[in-house]
Protein backbone atom coordinates (compact mmCIF):
# COMPACT_ATOMS: atom_id res chain seq x y z
CA UNK A 1 0.00 0.00 0.00
CA UNK A 2 1.02 3.18 -0.48
CA UNK A 3 1.87 6.20 1.97
CA UNK A 4 -1.47 7.95 0.18
CA UNK A 5 -3.54 4.32 0.28
CA UNK A 6 -2.73 4.57 4.21
CA UNK A 7 -3.41 7.88 4.59
CA UNK A 8 -7.10 7.57 3.05
CA UNK A 9 -7.61 4.18 5.27
CA UNK A 10 -6.37 5.92 8.49
CA UNK A 11 -8.90 8.85 8.63
CA UNK A 12 -11.46 6.25 8.18
CA UNK A 13 -12.34 6.49 11.55
CA UNK A 14 -15.35 3.36 11.14
CA UNK A 15 -12.30 0.93 10.80
CA UNK A 16 -9.97 1.93 13.30
CA UNK A 17 -9.41 -0.91 15.47
CA UNK A 18 -6.18 -3.60 16.05
CA UNK A 19 -4.38 -5.23 13.18
CA UNK A 20 -1.80 -7.53 12.49
CA UNK A 21 1.19 -5.09 11.01
CA UNK A 22 0.68 -4.92 7.32
CA UNK A 23 3.15 -7.39 5.44
CA UNK A 24 4.74 -3.98 4.05
CA UNK A 25 5.68 -2.88 7.33
CA UNK A 26 5.10 0.43 9.41
CA UNK A 27 6.94 3.09 7.49
CA UNK A 28 4.29 3.55 5.12
CA UNK A 29 1.77 3.41 8.15
CA UNK A 30 3.76 5.77 10.41
CA UNK A 31 4.23 8.44 7.67
CA UNK A 32 0.41 8.28 6.59
CA UNK A 33 -0.53 8.90 10.48
CA UNK A 34 1.89 11.82 10.60
CA UNK A 35 0.62 13.05 6.90
CA UNK A 36 -2.99 12.81 8.90
CA UNK A 37 -1.97 14.45 12.51
CA UNK A 38 -2.12 11.38 14.07
CA UNK A 39 0.34 10.95 17.38
CA UNK A 40 2.25 7.69 16.71
CA UNK A 41 3.73 5.74 19.45
CA UNK A 42 5.73 2.54 19.04
CA UNK A 43 5.76 0.03 21.83
CA UNK A 44 8.71 -2.08 22.23
CA UNK A 45 7.77 -5.44 23.47
CA UNK A 46 10.85 -7.69 22.73
CA UNK A 47 11.88 -7.51 26.24
CA UNK A 48 8.44 -8.06 27.88
CA UNK A 49 8.19 -11.32 30.00
CA UNK A 50 5.01 -10.93 31.58
CA UNK A 51 2.30 -8.49 32.26
CA UNK A 52 3.75 -5.95 34.19
CA UNK A 53 7.06 -5.78 31.83
CA UNK A 54 3.95 -5.59 29.10
CA UNK A 55 2.12 -2.59 30.71
CA UNK A 56 5.47 -1.15 32.11
CA UNK A 57 6.54 -0.82 28.07
CA UNK A 58 3.34 0.93 27.09
CA UNK A 59 3.11 2.83 29.65
CA UNK A 60 6.93 4.22 29.02
CA UNK A 61 6.56 4.57 25.90
CA UNK A 62 2.91 6.20 25.79
CA UNK A 63 4.39 8.50 28.35
CA UNK A 64 1.33 7.34 30.46
CA UNK A 65 1.08 9.98 33.68
CA UNK A 66 3.57 8.99 36.52
CA UNK A 67 0.69 7.54 38.60
CA UNK A 68 -0.29 4.74 36.06
CA UNK A 69 -1.62 1.89 37.91
CA UNK A 70 -0.10 -1.00 35.89
CA UNK A 71 -3.74 -2.82 35.84
CA UNK A 72 -6.05 -3.21 32.76
CA UNK A 73 -8.40 -0.49 34.22
CA UNK A 74 -5.56 1.98 34.09
CA UNK A 75 -4.40 0.76 30.85
CA UNK A 76 -7.87 1.23 29.66
CA UNK A 77 -7.97 4.63 31.29
CA UNK A 78 -4.94 5.79 29.50
CA UNK A 79 -5.97 4.57 26.48
CA UNK A 80 -8.78 6.09 26.41
CA UNK A 81 -7.76 9.73 27.36
CA UNK A 82 -4.63 10.93 26.05
CA UNK A 83 -4.95 14.61 26.96
CA UNK A 84 -1.46 15.00 27.49
CA UNK A 85 -0.68 13.91 23.75
CA UNK A 86 -3.87 15.59 21.84
CA UNK A 87 -3.89 14.93 17.64
CA UNK A 88 -6.23 14.35 15.07
CA UNK A 89 -5.82 10.49 15.55
CA UNK A 90 -3.61 7.55 17.07
CA UNK A 91 -1.55 4.69 16.13
CA UNK A 92 0.21 2.68 18.55
CA UNK A 93 2.81 0.08 17.11
CA UNK A 94 2.74 -3.29 19.02
CA UNK A 95 6.49 -3.98 18.08
CA UNK A 96 8.29 -7.90 18.63
CA UNK A 97 5.42 -9.16 20.07
CA UNK A 98 6.03 -13.00 19.27
CA UNK A 99 7.65 -13.36 22.78
CA UNK A 100 5.20 -11.70 24.85
CA UNK A 101 2.42 -13.69 23.31
CA UNK A 102 4.90 -17.44 23.80
CA UNK A 103 5.23 -15.89 27.47
CA UNK A 104 2.19 -14.36 28.78
CA UNK A 105 -0.48 -15.06 26.17
CA UNK A 106 -3.23 -14.40 28.18
CA UNK A 107 -2.30 -11.22 29.02
CA UNK A 108 -0.67 -10.29 25.81
CA UNK A 109 -4.85 -10.72 24.28
CA UNK A 110 -6.08 -8.94 27.59
CA UNK A 111 -4.25 -6.39 26.45
CA UNK A 112 -5.17 -6.57 23.12
CA UNK A 113 -9.00 -6.80 23.80
CA UNK A 114 -8.02 -3.46 26.43
CA UNK A 115 -6.63 -1.56 23.35
CA UNK A 116 -9.32 -2.83 21.00
CA UNK A 117 -11.94 -1.14 23.67
CA UNK A 118 -10.12 2.02 23.40
CA UNK A 119 -10.81 1.75 19.87
CA UNK A 120 -14.41 1.44 20.20
CA UNK A 121 -14.25 4.68 22.76
CA UNK A 122 -12.33 6.61 20.34
CA UNK A 123 -15.00 6.30 17.51
CA UNK A 124 -17.42 7.28 19.51
CA UNK A 125 -16.22 10.61 19.42
CA UNK A 126 -15.37 10.32 15.68
CA UNK A 127 -11.35 9.84 16.32
CA UNK A 128 -9.54 7.45 14.95
CA UNK A 129 -7.28 5.31 17.14
CA UNK A 130 -5.57 2.30 15.82
CA UNK A 131 -3.52 -0.29 16.87
CA UNK A 132 -1.01 -2.60 15.05
CA UNK A 133 0.57 -5.76 16.26
CA UNK A 134 3.87 -6.88 14.30
CA UNK A 135 3.50 -11.00 15.05
CA UNK A 136 3.82 -13.65 12.88
CA UNK A 137 0.24 -13.87 11.12
CA UNK A 138 -1.30 -17.03 12.50
CA UNK A 139 -0.55 -15.87 15.95
CA UNK A 140 -4.00 -14.75 17.07
CA UNK A 141 -6.48 -15.69 15.02
CA UNK A 142 -9.07 -13.19 15.59
CA UNK A 143 -6.52 -10.55 14.86
CA UNK A 144 -7.28 -8.92 11.26
CA UNK A 145 -5.61 -7.67 8.38
CA UNK A 146 -5.92 -4.36 7.53
CA UNK A 147 -5.33 -4.79 3.53
Known sequence: MTDT??????ARVEHASVYHMPGDGEA?????AE??????FRVDLSG????????????KAMAFPEGFGFNWDALMDCLADLGW???????VIL????????RAE???VQALQVFEAAANEWREQGIPFWCF??????GINWLSDIA
Not at 48 to 59: M, N, P, S
Not at 85 to 91: N, Q
Open 5 to 10: SYAALL
Open 28 to 32: GLVAA
Open 35 to 40: QNGFAV
Open 48 to 59: ARDKHELLQAIG
Open 85 to 91: RPAEGYV
Open 95 to 102: EHCDGIHG
Open 106 to 108: ADF
Open 133 to 138: VDMMAD
